[in-house]
């Protein structure tokens, strides 16, 4: 399949996405849950981390996906479409949501792993919804933000910053 | 695939340096970590066997700042080099808007640079994406070593698309920078 070129955020959908996050850690009592993109950058999140421990997080996080992927087609598996990582005290359970996004919930003993799936598999069909208006919307929000002028300012900061 | 998110006025894109086992690809990441001003650079993130060989991947984050109230960051990936790991270069890959073709000079790895250049150009072709229509830079490295081929040549075998290219010793810093300007300039340039 082709990967898109880019993918546009726009602030209602944001809200939106905040909304499936906000209610599934609240109702699975999960520390942090988070929205990457499978490329591994972060889209949005609910709970307190360092955003650069988020950022490298997102890039782990999506890199063991994306690697288990490789793993299921070994084993003539299809697909992984879920990962559970389960440490002593935290755990974390990755869902991808339709080939693009990935849904990461990071949870203490306190929580049943089995509930934490559930809840996942409702936000990810309601993040599902949120990434076909996403897909359908790009373009025209994309010509909104990066015209030629943009083009011309980063250009000239990229000059600036990576000197040697 | 770059993000654009305009709720929390961010860009991002995904750089991915590629090439055979040794040819400085962490090398490049550890200069431009080294140099670049501690406010535009996260912290360096790599996974290394015991042997100090990527494993996995290396990861750097550069944040331009804000550009017309946008914060642009650029992410920086490196794929293991070894033959073996061909599915984890794959996996770097996904979702990368800009290639960094890192080529070793030492005139015994014309072959394994040919056949890291074909490997990648098919797994490009398998994210649905040309190389010939991508942003995608070739760094010359290694420049410094004894014997090293000689660009023309190296352009001659390795360049059929004419793309940018770069004389480099990332050891040294030289070449490292004018890389990165130009792989990042062609990545916004297809935004």
Known sequence: MEQLTNLVVSEGELGNIARVLGRLMLDTR??????????????????????RDLIALGALLAGAFSSSRHVAQILGETDFRHILQQGVQESIYTSLIGEQWLLVVVFDKQTHVGLVKVLSRKAVEELERVLERVRGAGAQAREAVVNVQFRSSVENTIDLLFQD | MALINVASREIHCKIVYYGTGFCGKTTNLQYIYGRAPTTARGDLLTINTESERTLFFDFLPLDLGAVHGFRVRFHLYTVPGQVLYERTRVAVLNGV???????????????????????????????????????????????????????????????????????????????????????????????
């Not at chain 2, 890192?102 to 790895?109: H, I, W, Y």
């Not at chain 2, 070593?145 to 000689?150: L, N, S, T």
């Not at chain 2, 490292?176 to 990545?187: G, M």
């Open chain 1, 30 to 51: 999960a520390s942090h849950v988070l929205l990457l993109d499978k490329s591994g950058q972060l889209i949005a999140t609910q709970g307190q981390v360092g955003q």
């Open chain 2, 97 to 191: 808007d800009g290639v960094v073709f890192v080529v070793d000079s030492s005139p015994e790895k014309l072959d394994e640079n040919f056949a890291s250049l074909i490997e990648l150009e098919t797994n490009v072709r398998h994210l649905g994406k040309d190389l010939g229509e991508f942003p995608f830079v070739i760094q010359w490295n290694k420049r410094d070593v004894p014997g090293a081929v000689p660009v023309s040549t190296l352009d001659r075998y390795l360049n059929r698309r004419r793309v940018p290219t770069f004389e480099a010793s990332a050891v040294r810093g030289d070449g490292v920078f004018a890389t990165l300007r130009t792989i990042c300039k062609a990545v916004m340039a297809r935004l």
